[in-house]
């Protein structure tokens, strides 16, 4: 059973960073991973996505302050936030082969 678990979220002040993890219970060297989040009301969206190639795609809103990254040596994929602003407040979630979801990790950015 595939498992994943995200970790690193948290309560940060504007400007501020995080870094987010998810670990996988299979491999993952082989298939497409994603970060989602969805705020309070709305949607969930996309926010970053990276191929076995690590080839990587964003949301707009994030481009140039999100950066995604994946370790296949440990079944992890890491987002990295930084300039956080108010409205990136969401839980965000792992998604792994367009087919799998972890629980989520809540960020908040508040002063």
């Known amino acids: 059973q595939v498992q994943l678990v995200e970790s690193g979220g948290g309560l940060v002040q504007p400007g501020g960073s995080l870094r987010l993890s998810c670990a996988a219970s299979v491999d993952i060297s082989r298939v497409f991973m994603s970060w989602y989040r969805q705020a309070p009301g709305k949607q969930r969206e996309m926010v970053a996505e990276i191929t076995t190639f690590s080839r990587t795609s964003y949301e707009d809103s994030v481009k140039g302050r999100f950066f995604i990254s994946r370790d296949n040596s440990k079944n992890t994929v890491y987002l990295q936030m930084n300039s956080l602003k108010p409205e990136d407040t969401a839980v965000y979630y792992c998604?792994?082969?367009?087919?799998?979801w972890g629980q989520g990790t809540q960020v908040t950015v508040s002063s």
């Open positions: 998604h792994m082969s367009q087919t799998y």
